[in-house]
């Protein structure tokens, strides 16, 4: 009888085993960013989805009227209650902070602080349930400690005590105190960092990057450890020094699409969504880099264009969103969300509610992720 029930165990640990490739994803929380847009009067609108369990389902949220006029830019998830959002308007100059503690029930538009340059919000970076970073297009930086009560301006002065001149910030992170911000019109000098929590700031030198070109995206895996990405080129910068100096792969992916998102899992593994334009597609990688070599898995889509990319520690398990190009079917969704658990060799779409089939999705968030 012991040998029976032995062989009993044995064959359920085997069964497990095998179907463990086609169970479920474990129930992580996550939010999506995006925007619809009024047939008639083309008024962009916010829209923010949620899942509690890895994207098996996802929920439209409700969100306040003021968002109608506004584009989604950005999403941080902080917890399974806690997520900030950014918004702007499409003429550069309007946005605001969404902010929710309850799990997406309720999302509550946070008031902006007075004597801003440009209050359009670009990106935003929860690092707890009650302090975040934000920024806007042209570079006015915002800190919260009371979970958005009340925010406050941090001005980016650089060694001589001037403010640092910004046009056009694209991505932002943070990771400690050290917040890293991208102006991707400032050329070789378009990452901003400082390293004390927004006390001090400096611009970085990117080399040898293109003529005309500057960085789009921006992700820190520590206080030494962050990756940049350029437009227009495929490549990838690191530093490992906090930002003293920045060094160039020697490999590149896809030619001169722009990394519109990237996000290190670790020290030396970075997941790229790739936008390659309304006509061409999106491409979705993750790159493992060695002395800048890359050993990439790669995935090409022609129907979307690739947005954003949030990943797990364990190198594994990620989430890509994007946004349709001209020539997709015209009965694809507007917006797609794909899932991978082997490392990106994989990629497979996720069921969207009827409700969010005309959402272009922008960004995405997980709680635990990089990103």
Partial sequence: MKKLILRLLLCLVLLVQSCGDESPPAPVTGWVIGTTTAAVTLEPSVKILKTTNGGVSWTLQTLPAECVGFGGNDISAVTGQVAWAAMGDPQNVDGGILHTADGGNTWLLQTLPDGMTNRHIKGIKGVSPTEAWAVSLRGDVLHTTDGGSHWGIVEMRGANSQIIPVQQVNRMDVAGKDIWIVDALASNLGVIHSPDGGVTWWQEQLLDIGEGAGPLSISAYD?????????????????????????????????????????????????????????????????????????????????YMMEGVSALRDNQTAWLVGMKTLFAAPDLPRGVIYHTRDGGVSWKSQTLPDNARDVDFWKVSFVGARR
Avoid: H, M, P, Y
Avoid at 244 to 249: E, H, L, V
Avoid at 259 to 287: E, K, P, Y
């Fill in 223 to 303: 206080s030494l450890v962050a990756w940049a990405a350029v437009n227009s080129e495929g490549f990838l910068w690191s530093t490992s020094n906090g930002g003293r100096s920045w060094a160039k792969s020697s490999d590149a992916i896809s030619g001169t699409a722009d990394f519109d998102d990237i996000c290190a899992s670790s020290a030396n593994v970075v997941w790229v969504a790739q936008n390659n334009g309304l006509t061409s597609g999106g491409v979705a990688a993750r790159i493992t880099v060695t002395d800048g070599a890359f050993d990439s898995n790669i995935f090409t889509d022609v129907n």
